[in-house]
Nanobody, 125 residues
Framework: QVRLVESGGGLVQAGGSLRLSCAASGRTFNIYAMGWFRQAPGKEREFVAGISWTGGSTTYADSVKGRFTASRDNAENTVSLQMNSLKPEDTAVYYC??????????????????WGQGTQVTVSS
């Protein structure tokens, strides 16, 4: 099992930026594809961004493309999500998750086996 802990959430005005981090421990982190998801109140959890196990491939939801950037540092066992030009509709609890071993940048939600506890992002208008 990969243990994941998110940090970096908070309250920001529309147009601002936040950087989320996800620290991993447990099984060898650097062979797992990683994903970022979010869940707003009353809505289903949705895919935000994914990054392959090497970091060489990323995929983004259309709603965040051009504004969010996923990255990973396998030496430090961390994955990050840089969020710029934030909008009120980005308000949600954000989760990082571990996907398949030696995996690519996007999979169905059910393919991610280990999840963090989430970090709240609130964007005010």
């Amino acid at each position: 099992q990969v243990r994941l802990v998110e940090s970096g959430g908070g309250l920001v005005q529309a147009g601002g930026s936040l950087r989320l981090s996800c620290a991993a421990s447990g099984r060898t982190f650097n062979i797992y594809a990683m994903g970022w998801f979010r869940q707003a109140p009353g809505k289903e959890r949705e895919f935000v961004a994914g990054i392959s196990w090497t970091g060489g491939s990323t995929t983004y939801a259309d709603s965040v493309k051009g504004r969010f950037t996923a990255s990973r540092d396998n030496a430090e066992n961390t994955v990050s999500l840089q969020m710029n030009s934030l909008k009120p509709e980005d308000t949600a609890v954000y989760y990082c998750a571990a996907g398949p071993r030696y995996g690519g940048s996007i999979y169905p939600t059910g393919s991610y086996s280990d999840w963090g506890q989430g970090t709240q992002v609130t964007v005010s208008s």
